[in-house]
Structures are given as structure tokens and as C-alpha cells.
T-cell receptor, first 111, second 112 residues
Framework: DTGVSQDPRHKITKRGQNVTFRCDPI?????LYWYRQTLGQGPEFLTY????????KSRLLSDRFSAERPKGSFSTLEIQRTEQGDSAMYLC?????????FGSGTRLTVV | TQLLEQSPQFLSIQEGENLTVYCNSS?????LQWYRQEPGEGPVLLVT?????EVKKLKRLTFQFGDARKDSSLHITAAQPGDTGLYLC????????????FGTGTRLTVIP
């Protein structure tokens, strides 16, 4: 296992389109997190899963954002009706205990 | 919202100099982590400190967790150009969820 994988690495989309990002965590990690990072800022927590259960989603930025982890393995983050303000790096991380491992992120550009 | 403030935001120093980056909050964290991030990549964990007053050394890097578990510092001795990057501190909340709340980062440039 080589770490946390995110796909795609880059996504350019037109305003109003829907986008979906995938995250494959480290297999033995039961927790999976999504963060958003805008230019010049630290990552901002969005949501997290313990196995397949989404235990925190109040920090999702709007009802256009949703995340799933159907079988407790990979996760998807969907943004509906994208806006230019959604342009950012979307990071996924997984953890066992204290130790987080981040993926390389998906950079979204909304034009 | 647990806010973490890092200072300085930007730091440009000559190779061989020492530097300290500070991470402060009014919130108490169960642990505090330091990351380094390269452009276009995710953050990479450098260290986790868990106990108030804890000091950890990683080669030329020294990390300290405040006694009250609200603040931390990162000290780099004899900085090298390879240390250039964005340094982020992140506090884990005490809910048991281990959610991380990040500071805004310190962008370090080490000039050869």
C-alpha cells in the first residue's frame, strides 16, 4: 500500500457542472477525512468517516457538497452546481490513531 | 471553531541561520501536529506531540508543546535550502474524532 490516493489530480470544470472526486485511503485506516485548502490558507476541515459512517458533516460548506464512503473503503466527494468560489485544493486524509496521512489532493478550477 | 494562529506568516532567511515558528490558540488540543507542504502536494506529517510540555527533536528540528496544550513551537537549527516549504501546525480536537484544525501556515524560504 503506497499511501492515500486521490483522483483526479486536477479538474477543470465549467460553472454549474457537477464534479466528483475519489479518495482511496490506507487500507488499515478506519478514519477518512476531507479538507479544502484555498491559496495561502491552511486546510479547512469538511467532513469525516469512521468506517462507512459519516460522523461529522456540519462543516460541509453548503448543501451542494456531499460525501460518501459506501463500503468503508474508498470515499467520494461531490460538488453540485459548482461555483467559482469552489476553486481550491481538496485533500483527503486517513488515520488509524493520531497519525494522519494525506493524499496529494485534487485541484479544482471552476471557470 | 478552534483557531490556530501561526507566526510569522512569511520568513526568508539565509542558509545556516536558526528560526522559530509559533503556533498559538485559545483552545486546548488533545495533540498537536506539524506538517510540511510542498506546492501541489498534500501536507506531510513531521511530528505529533501529545503531552503538555513535551519536546521532540527530529535532526535539526525541535518541536515543543505548551504546558497547557494550547500552543506549540518549531525551531530549526542551521536552516538549509531543502527546508524551504510551507509549515503547518494542526491541533486535534478533544471529541475523540481526532479532527484536525490547521493554522494558516508559515512559508519559509531558505536562501543559499
Amino acid at each position: 500500500d503506497t499511501g492515500v490516493s486521490q483522483d483526479p489530480r486536477h479538474k477543470i470544470t465549467k460553472r454549474g457542472q457537477n464534479v466528483t472526486f475519489r479518495c482511496d485511503p490506507i487500507s488499515e485506516h478506519n478514519r477518512l477525512y476531507w479538507y479544502r485548502q484555498t491559496l495561502g490558507q491552511g486546510p479547512e476541515f469538511l467532513t469525516y468517516f469512521q468506517n462507512e459512517a459519516q460522523l461529522e458533516k456540519s462543516r460541509l460548506l453548503s448543501d451542494r457538497f456531499s460525501a460518501e464512503r459506501p463500503k468503508g473503503s474508498f470515499s467520494t466527494l461531490e460538488i453540485q452546481r459548482t461555483e467559482q468560489g469552489d476553486s481550491a485544493m481538496y485533500l483527503c486524509a486517513s488515520s488509524g490513531t493520531h497519525l494522519y496521512t494525506f493524499g496529494s489532493g485534487t485541484r479544482l478550477t471552476v471557470v | 471553531t478552534q483557531l490556530l494562529e501561526q507566526s510569522p506568516q512569511f520568513l526568508s532567511i539565509q542558509e545556516g541561520e536558526n528560526l522559530t515558528v509559533y503556533c498559538n490558540s485559545s483552545s486546548v488540543f488533545s495533540s498537536l501536529q506539524w506538517y510540511r507542504q510542498e506546492p501541489g502536494e498534500g501536507p506531510v506529517l513531521l511530528v505529533t506531540v501529545v503531552t503538555g510540555g513535551e519536546v521532540k527533536k527530529l535532526k535539526r528540528l525541535t518541536f515543543q508543546f505548551g504546558d497547557a496544550r494550547k500552543d506549540s513551537s518549531l525551531h530549526i537549527t542551521a536552516a538549509q535550502p531543502g527546508d524551504t516549504g510551507l509549515y503547518l501546525c494542526a491541533g486535534a480536537d478533544q471529541t475523540g474524532a481526532n479532527n484536525l484544525f490547521f493554522g494558516t501556515g508559515t512559508r519559509l524560504t531558505v536562501i543559499p
